[in-house]
T-cell receptor, first 113, second 115 residues
Framework: GNSVTQMEGPVTLSEEAFLTINCTYT??????LFWYVQYPGEGLQLLLK?????DKGSNKGFEATYRKETTSFHLEKGSVQVSDSAVYFC????????????FGAGTTVTVRA | DGGITQSPKYLFRKEGQNVTLSCEQN?????MYWYRQDPGQGLRLIYY???????QKGDIAEGYSVSREKKESFPLTVTSAQKNPTAFYLC??????????????FGDGTRLSIL
């Protein structure tokens, strides 16, 4: 079956620090990969996506590269802000599983001024 | 603005009661989904629907029921058979399920608590 594994949190950083959240996956087919962000009390918002190997998704200073050889999709940002404090979810959509989304457990990130 | 509206934002249920959570979308999306979110467990799929008048069970469907009578609406009923209903419930939609690269769009959720 499909599964997504994210690095455990919580992660606490100072402003302007470098952020990496590791994500690896197992899929039966050839999935598309996503990062979603959830701010307190809200639903999930799509942060970025990648649909094939070596694609790089980017948005709001965040980047992630689809690495088929290592089955990974690590999220990075070079200089975080307090407003980046949120829960981040890695997810995959597998055509071999009716295109349903499989989510990681989420990583809570707190950025201190 | 197009989007997904979930109501109410907070909902309280007494033991033995059924409650229905509303989800409406004006994005003209074909597919709709219900997820349950518990602390530290990510999101788990309850039910999904790819087309009007059709829906499928997700990973944790027991104790829940849905209907899809209109394209815009996908209400979720939490029945008394659901023994641990306290959670944050999220509704989502996507343009179609035939393409895995189409992202799902989420509502702001309903937090259900047992009195």
């Amino acid at each position: 079956g499909n599964s997504v594994t994210q690095m455990e949190g919580p992660v606490t950083l100072s402003e302007e620090a470098f952020l990496t959240i590791n994500c690896t996956y197992t899929a039966t087919g050839y999935p598309s990969l996503f990062w979603y962000v959830q701010y307190p009390g809200e639903g999930l918002q799509l942060l970025l996506k990648a649909t094939k190997a070596d694609d790089k998704g980017s948005n709001k200073g965040f980047e992630a590269t689809y690495r088929k050889e290592t089955t990974s999709f690590h999220l990075e940002k070079g200089s975080v802000q307090v407003s980046d404090s949120a829960v981040y979810f890695c997810a995959l959509s597998d055509p071999g599983d009716d295109y349903k989304l499989s989510f990681g457990a989420g990583t809570t990130v707190t950025v201190r001024a | 603005d197009g989007g997904i509206t979930q109501s109410p934002k907070y909902l309280f249920r007494k033991e033995g009661q059924n409650v229905t959570l509303s989800c409406e979308q004006n994005l003209n999306h074909d597919a709709m989904y219900w997820y349950r979110q518990d602390p530290g467990q990510g999101l788990r799929l309850i039910y999904y629907s790819q087309i009007v008048n059709d829906f499928q069970k997700g990973d944790i469907a027991e104790g829940y029921s849905v209907s899809r009578e209109k394209k815009e609406s996908f209400p979720l009923t939490v029945t008394s058979a659901q023994k641990n209903p306290t959670a944050f419930y999220l509704c989502a939609s996507s343009i179609q399920t035939g393409q895995s690269n189409q992202p799902q769009h989420f509502g702001d959720g309903t937090r259900l608590s047992i009195l």
